[in-house]
C-alpha cells in the first residue's frame, strides 16, 4: 500500500521527516523517498529501493544531504515516489498512496489531448504519481486539478504536495479510504497516514481530515481549500491487519479493536460450544497476536506463545516478491518454544487467511514439533474478493484466495452466486467451505469472524467502512 509524511516548520524539517516516513515502514516494502524545498536550493528529492534493506539505512545520512524548512516523505509498496514536477500550475513535489486501476486508459486519453508524454518503466507501464500529476496539471490551479483527477481515477488516491513556496497541499481521497491526519507543534504542522508518527516527535493532533477534504498546510497554520465530503468508505481492513497497533482511524484504535474482535470470537465459539478443550491460545505473530490476546481474556484459556518469530534478520514474511521465497522467509523466522506446543491442544488466530500457502506450513511446523491438536481462527471473514481500491494484494487473481478456488473447487462458476452464504459459518456451504479448508490446512476446526463481528468491533456504522474484499459490496 504505502504512506506519507510531511512537515512545513518555521526550522529544518529534513531529520522529523525521516523519522516520521521510517514510521510508516509497516505500509510498504519496496520504494522509499523524501522531498525538501529550500528558499536558498529550491526542491530536492532523494529515492532508494528498500526491499532488501529498510528505509533509514538507505537514508540515514538525509539529513547531511538535503535541507530545508518543508519536507514530505513516502514509502512506496509499487512506484518511485514522490516525484518532482514542472507544470504550468507551478513546480511541486508530489505523492499518493492508492491505486489507478483506469491507468491505461488514462494515459492514452491524456497523450490523445495533450500529444504530450510521459516516462515509461519496464513494459511501457507509467508511474502512477506522474500520470497522477498529468490529470492535475490538466486545470490551472491546485485544487481544481486534485478534484479533477480523484473524479476521473477509478480507484483511490490520497495525495500530499510540496509547492515550490513550502506549502504543502493534502488531499484525502474522495470517500476516505485511507486517513490523513495534521498535527501541530510551536514550530509548524505535520501531515501524516499514521497519527503516532508525528505525536512521537512532538505534535499534537490538530486535524483528521474527512473525505475528499484539501487544506494547504505552512508553517503559520492550516487552511482548507475544499470541505469534506459526506460519503465515507474507510477501509475496515485497516483495524484487522494493516494499521500499526497504536494506530487510531475516526476515533478507534486498532490494538483495542483486536481485542474485541477476538473477544467476540471466543463468546460466539462458546456459543456453539466448540474449541472448548484447549490448552493455550496463541496468536500468528505479529497482528494476530492481539486478536488472540482478546480471545483468551474473554474464554480464559491461558495465552502463550507456542513459537516466536526472529525479527532481527527476517523483519517481514512478505518483502521477497516471489511466493516461494516469501514462504521460505516466513519458515525461517518461526522459533519453536517445545514446552508450548509438545502434546498440546493449541488454538491460533490469525489476522486473515488469504492464500493458505504460510499458514500451511505453519500447520504443519506445529504438528512437527509435536502438537496434538491446532485450531485456527480468522480474525476477518473469508476473503471472496481481491482489493479494487487500495494496492496492498500481490495476487495476480482472485483465484489464488483460498476461500474463493475452494468455492469454485465445489461448484464451479456456479458457487460465486453464492458467495455470502458461504462467507456464513452457519449455512450448509458455509460448513463446507470450512471443513474442506479444514482438511486442505490440516486443521483440528476453522472459524471466521462473522462481517457483523468485525463491524461490532470496530465501531463505526456500516454505511462508513469498506468491507468490499469480504462482501464484495462498496
Known sequence: MGGFFGIASRRDAVSDVFFGTDYHSHLGTRRGGMAAYDSEV???????NIENSPFRTKFERITEEMHGTSAIGCISDYDPQPLLIRSKVGTYAIAMIGIINNAEDLTRRY???TGGHFGAMTGGAVNSTELLAGLINQRPSFVEGIKFAQERIDGTASILILRDDGALIAARDKVGRLPIFVGKSEDGYAVSFESFAYQKLGYEDCLELGPGEIV???AEGVKQLSPPGKKMRICAFLWSYYGYPTSTYEGVNVEVMRYRNGKIMAQHDREA???GDIDYVGGVPDSGTPHAIGYANESGVPFARAFIKYTPTWSRSFTPTEQRE???????KQIPVHELIQGKKLLFVDDSIVRGTQLRETVEFLYNHGAEAVHMRSACPPLMYGCKYLNFSRSR???????RRVIVELEGEEGLKHMEEYSDGSTERGKKLREVICRELHLASLEYQSLEGVIEAIGLDQ???CTYC????E
Do not use: P, Y
Open 42 to 48: 529550491g526542491l530536492q528529492r532523494d529515492i532508494h
Open 111 to 113: 497523450l490523445q489531448l
Open 216 to 218: 494547504e498546510v505552512t
Open 273 to 275: 460450544g466448540i474449541a
Open 326 to 332: 516469501r514462504n521460505r522467509v516466513a519458515k525461517m
Open 397 to 403: 487473481s482472485e483465484m489464488e484466495l483460498i476461500a
Open 463 to 465: 454505511c462508513k467502512l
Open 470 to 473: 469480504w462482501s464484495g459490496k
